[in-house]
């Protein structure tokens, strides 16, 4: 007698996601960049860590989680992720070439290419970047030899117009963010503090205000072009795009509160490297905003930072509630994400990946 077929899904785990990703992901990346011309290809090889090692094939590392989320998006929405891949590699370029130039703007260039190179070399390297970004968008090939024409698509001639917007649209918004990022580096803390209050007694300051914008224009932006470029090359509608891209943005912020944890109280329990460097991140911006005034004016020193400094500095933000503060709003964050997910109505398997990707994403030590 038959019965009712039952329906199996086999999911596989955040690992397997990421290594998936980064085989497919990661030889087209790396012929994309062999096309550059030295000393271009240098400087991106050196951005990229593979001066000192060689991958390929099976043995390409895992992803990053924005190749991975890029990917995941074009099945969610019933595409075929192996179309998303030159969307990947792009989002790829994209990163590295803003990594080039946060480290420029922070002045932070240890074990970046502009440690190696110099300033203008790196920044040259980084611009080279990205236009090879919006030659793999345009194309559709991350590996073709120059000169090439556009990749024919059924029913979509040339370019992806909404693709290049999309890239078009994240550049705009990081370079803005760079903009907000050389301002805040340039103003004394103690000079954009105008406190106004929030919920739960704590005070929000044009510092913590800025702060919040330049996350958004920086990593929000990044990571919302990498779900959106993912779900068009999967055929979604535009509902579907719009809603993984606020998927993404939102998960970038809570990604950057996260990573501005960790560059505190790192993933061993030691005190991270941001302090030392004095960068104004997120839980920095947060104590000064609830009233720290000693880690103001510890920011607005030029002395390098004795051993003593940086853990009264960890201290001090900790007992502001800065530390917990920074942890809800990553929940906060990373739950409006996960609503957007859902109402994008993706697949099950991909929703599932999807999730579990961002939780890794914003996994932070106890």
């Known amino acids: 007698m038959g019965g009712a077929t039952a329906v199996v899904i086999v999911l596989r785990t955040t690992d397997d996601v990421l290594r998936w990703a980064g085989r497919l992901v990661d030889p087209p990346l790396r012929t994309a960049i062999g096309r550059l011309p030295e000393p271009s290809r240098e400087v991106a090889e050196l951005q990229l860590g593979w001066h000192h090692r060689t991958w390929g094939g099976e043995d390409a590392p895992a992803a990053s989680i924005r190749s991975a989320v890029t990917l995941v998006c074009a099945d969610a929405v019933g595409g075929d992720p192996h179309d998303a891949v030159p969307s990947a590699v792009a989002v790829e370029l994209m990163h590295h070439w803003s ?16 440690s190696v190179v110099g300033a203008e070399p790196a920044s040259l390297g980084g611009e080279a970047l990205l236009a090879l970004a919006f030659d793999v968008i345009a194309t559709g090939d991350p590996t073709h030899s120059s000169p090439a024409r556009p990749r024919q698509r059924p029913g979509r001639p040339g370019p992806d117009r909404a ?7 994240a550049v705009q918004e990081l370079l803005h963010g760079q903009h907000a990022s050389l301002a805040l580096r340039d103003t004394p803390p103690l000079a ?5 209050p929030v919920g739960g007694g704590e005070e929000r300051t044009d510092l913590l205000r800025d702060c919040l914008a330049m996350v958004e224009q920086r990593t929000g932006a990044l990571f919302g072009a990498a779900c959106a470029l993912g779900a068009v090359a999967g055929g979604g509608d535009p509902a579907q795009v719009e809603r993984l891209r606020l998927f993404g943005v939102r998960l970038g912020l809570a990604v950057q509160f996260t990573e501005d944890l960790l560059g505190i109280w790192g993933e061993r329990g030691g005190i991270g490297p941001d302090l030392r460097r004095r960068r104004r991140s997120l839980p920095v911006a947060a104590a000064i905003a609830a009233g720290a005034d000693e880690l103001a004016a510890l920011f607005e020193g030029r002395a390098r930072l004795s051993d003593a400094d940086v853990e009264r500095a960890a201290k001090t933000i900790e007992q502001s509630g800065a530390r917990d503060w920074c942890r809800r709003q990553a929940e906060e964050l990373l739950s409006q994400a996960l609503l957007a997910l859902d109402l994008a109505s993706p697949s099950p398997t991909a929703v599932a990946e999807l999730v579990a990707l961002a939780r890794r994403a914003t996994a932070t030590p106890r």
Not at 163 to 169: A, T, V
Not at 192 to 196: E, F, H, L, M, V
């Open 99 to 114: 990594a080039i130039r946060r480290d420029l703007v922070d002045e932070h260039p240890d074990g970046t290419a502009w």
């Open 192 to 196: 954009r503090t105008q406190p106004a």
């Open 163 to 169: 693709m290049l917007r999309i890239l078009g649209d």
